[in-house]
């Protein structure tokens, strides 16, 4: 069976997003990530960063293809508001005075985004429901992932 724990040989792809991070300090460096990624030349870098920042209702006035155009006037506040409301929180300002005494699994989704569980096989389940089915009887570390759950599997 497959370890149900945190996989501790982690792979750190991005310098200076080591495990030892406060998580308020985790999302400030992975939000400056994205707002580079926002402001890139390439839509093929901006525009899931954009659909993201959209989604989480950050610019609820505006469409993607009308942001798009817009990209540059964004700033690293509406990164850093989006971040909060991905990890369940009203806004950035509530997320980092709270987010430090939340468990670090709540960035594990950013940190499989990073790449820092490439060294391990993982099998992707529409909903955790169903990896959590599929746990019970395999194993392997559950990531919620949007809507989403990935099992990484460590031994």
């Not at 030892?20 to 030349?41: C, I, M, P, T, W």
């Amino acid at each position: 069976m497959w370890s149900t724990q945190f996989p501790h040989a982690i792979h750190i792809a991005e310098p200076g997003f080591g495990s030892s991070l406060a998580n308020g300090d985790f999302l400030r460096r992975y939000a400056k990530r994205l707002l580079r990624a926002v402001h890139s030349e390439r839509s093929s870098e901006a525009l899931p960063v954009l659909r993201r920042i959209v989604a989480m209702q950050v610019t609820p006035e505006i469409s993607v293809a009308e942001l798009h155009p817009l990209r540059r006037s964004l700033q690293l506040k509406h990164v850093l508001h989006t971040l909060a409301r991905e990890v369940g929180f009203a806004s950035w300002e509530l997320c980092a005075r709270q987010v430090d005494a939340r468990p670090s699994s709540l960035l594990d989704r950013y940190r499989l985004e990073l790449g820092m569980f490439r060294d391990f096989e993982t099998n992707w389940f529409p909903d955790m429901e169903t990896a959590q089915g599929w746990q019970r009887e395999h194993g392997g570390y559950l990531i919620a992932y949007g809507t989403q759950a990935v099992a990484i599997l460590a031994h």
